[in-house]
């Protein structure tokens, strides 16, 4: 069973349909007791993060995430679900996350910014860099892990996002992707994970990333 976090705002049905396609069981909730008594918890995410992190507050959630991660339940956030596990945010003012890993999050460089960065950092075309990031890109994982199981050496999947995590501990990345800057695009402690890009989005690489979470990935407490 895959209890997936309805807080009213993200992706919800796309990200359903994707564990439905891999024959997992899915639970879409917002009830505190479902969380806690979860299997596998999933946190969507689309929009702004204050909004995100709002919601999940006025609806008794935050409580019961923690709990259900210090209980070792696998935990996955999916795009912002992976930015609201650090501990701020500089999206429109600086937002409190949730705290589980340090860090916070950040805009990406305008096309000025980033060309100026990184050199001649430009897309194929020879423009520069625009924000927000979107499209395929690929994926370069930092070490070994479970979830990564029957992905090619460098995988690609589909972002969009115009800001990223930067994460206080460098052991916390398992795997990165660039744009004008190397960024996290998972992140890992224990029992929780976090993907920045949609893997609902990504086709056979992505079903591939929920297929392990549901089946690979395994309580630590």
């Given at each position: ?17 994707a ?6 069981t899915?639970l ?12 596998r ?18 609806r ?11 209980a ?62 979107m ?21 690609y ?12 501990e ?29 893997p ?17 990935v395994?309580?630590?407490?």
């Open positions: 069973m895959v209890t997936i976090i309805d807080y009213g705002i993200g992706n919800l049905r796309s990200i359903e349909k564990f439905q396609r891999i024959g997992a899915v879409r909730t917002d009830d505190p007791a479902d969380l806690r008594a979860a299997e918890l999933v946190l969507p995410g689309v929009g702004a993060f204050g909004a995100c992190m709002q919601e999940i507050r006025d008794g959630l935050v409580a019961p995430i923690h709990e259900a991660i210090a070792g339940t696998p935990f996955l956030g999916v795009c912002i679900g992976l930015q609201l596990l650090f501990e701020e945010s500089d999206e429109r003012g600086t937002h409190e996350g949730l705290g589980v890993l340090p860090g916070r999050v950040v805009r990406f460089p305008n096309a000025q910014e980033a060309t100026e960065l990184v050199d001649q950092d430009t897309t194929s075309n020879g423009q520069a860099l625009k924000v927000p990031h499209g395929w890109n690929d994926v370069a994982a930092t070490r070994e892990h479970p979830l990564l199981h029957g992905l090619s050496p460098d995988p999947f589909y972002f969009v996002h115009s800001y990223y995590a930067e994460a206080a460098p052991a916390d990345v398992l795997a990165t992707a660039h744009y004008g800057v190397d960024f996290p695009a998972i992140v890992h402690r224990n029992n929780v994970l976090g993907v920045q890009f949609h609902e989005k990504s086709h056979d690489s992505g079903l591939q990333v929920l297929k392990n979470f549901t089946s690979r395994q309580v630590t407490a």
